[in-house]
């Protein structure tokens, strides 16, 4: 099972970005999905998690208002759009898949992490 995720670069902030994470090894359909990232000496924090359906999604307040968490599911797809980067939005982005199908906030929620795709919005 592979989680790759893409669409990490540098940008300047109020810049856009879209990432993607392309699921592969079995089918997600009916898998949570979600981003967490990481800064250099922080914790992993929460972004935004979709269920199974795509008819919930959750956001950590401080990415509300800018980023959209969407999927394929037909693809095995994430995609997360972020808009209005500020420099503290700088980490590693990582895209996880849970049997948990309803979606979650919690890292323990889900099964497989992928590789991180490092996101930096210069000031």
């Known amino acids: 099972v592979q989680l790759q995720a893409s669409g990490g670069g540098l940008v300047r902030a109020g810049d856009s970005l879209r990432l993607s994470c392309a699921a592969s090894g079995r089918t997600f359909t009916r898998f949570g999905m979600g981003w967490f990232r990481q800064a250099p000496g922080k914790e992993r924090e929460f972004v935004a998690a979709i269920s199974w359906s795509g008819g919930s999604t959750y956001y950590a307040d401080s990415v509300k208002g800018r980023f959209t968490i969407s999927r394929d599911s037909g693809k095995n797809t994430v995609n997360l759009q972020m808009n209005s980067l500020r420099a503290e939005d700088t980490a590693a982005y990582y895209c996880?898949?849970?049997?948990?199908?309803?979606?979650?906030?919690?890292?323990?929620?889900?099964?497989?992490w992928g590789e991180g795709t490092q996101v930096t919005v210069s000031s």
């Open positions: 996880v898949a849970g049997i948990l199908g309803s979606g979650s906030t919690r890292p323990v929620d889900y099964d497989y």
